[in-house]
């Protein structure tokens, strides 16, 4: 299994762009979830899925989207990009605690920079 | 709000020597807790769990001990080794539904040899 898969790794955006960080997942999970890590700091959530079809928000979902409309895939939306989402972006997955075990498999993370 | 937090930021030791990194919890609805290691330009890596029915649980060189009653948790590592060197996150969820994880700030290990 290749776990949790994100494209891209690294991109710049100028002010203003739009992009779409990809996660796909080959574990067959139900739960996902998108954090942001700021230099030095912890996780924090941005947005999180319990199946195909049902999205919700995080801590932090303002300047984002997504869609869960399978269960491998979970794309995060950057819509007019501003220099405060310049960040880590990690997805992660997760069979949820009702399979045992709450763990959440993470990425490798997209680094993204808007200038 | 809910919110999880470290005491040490950074934490120095000496190859050999046990560590121990704290995490303080605020929500006192808290039914999961799990740490978390960091490495450098990687994601975080699944390091052990355990439940608000448990009080202690132990892994491969590494316990977690939860004290409900000052809502404090702790992560040990025995005989600490170099690549152990990482920042470790302590994460805590309400054992919904949604799995939520919420993470703490983190706590830099320095490993000496």
């Known amino acids: 299994n290749a776990g949790v898969t994100q494209t891209p790794k690294f991109r710049i955006l100028k002010i203003g762009q739009s992009m779409t960080l990809q996660c796909t997942q080959d574990m067959n999970h139900n739960y996902m979830y998108w954090y942001r890590q700021d230099p030095g700091m912890g996780l924090k959530l941005i947005y999180y899925s319990v199946g195909a079809g049902i999205t919700d928000k995080g801590e932090v979902p303002n300047g984002y989207n997504v869609s869960r409309s399978t269960t491998e895939d979970f794309p995060l939306r950057l819509e007019l990009a501003a220099p405060s989402q310049t960040s880590v972006y990690f997805c992660?997955?997760?069979?949820?605690?009702?399979?045992?075990?709450?763990?959440?498999?993470f990425g490798e993370g997209s680094r993204l920079t808007v200038l | 709000g809910e919110s999880v937090g470290l005491h040490l930021p950074t934490l120095s030791v000496q190859e050999g020597d046990n560590s121990i990194i704290n995490c303080a919890y605020s929500?006192?609805?808290?039914?999961?807790f799990i740490w978390y290691k960091q490495e450098s330009g990687k994601g975080p890596q699944f390091i052990i769990d355990i439940r608000s029915n448990m009080d202690k649980r132990q892994g491969q060189r590494v316990t977690v001990l939860l004290n409900k009653t000052v809502k404090h948790l702790s992560l040990q590592i025995a005989a600490t080794q170099p690549g152990d060197s990482a920042v470790y996150f302590c994460?805590?969820?309400?054992?919904?539904?949604?799995?939520?994880?919420?993470f703490g700030t983190g706590t830099l290990l320095a490993v000496q040899p």
């Open positions: 992660a997955s997760s069979e949820g605690l009702a399979g045992g075990t709450g763990e959440l498999f």
């Open positions: 929500n006192s609805a808290s039914d999961y």
């Open positions: 994460a805590e969820s309400d054992g919904g539904a949604t799995n939520k994880l919420i």
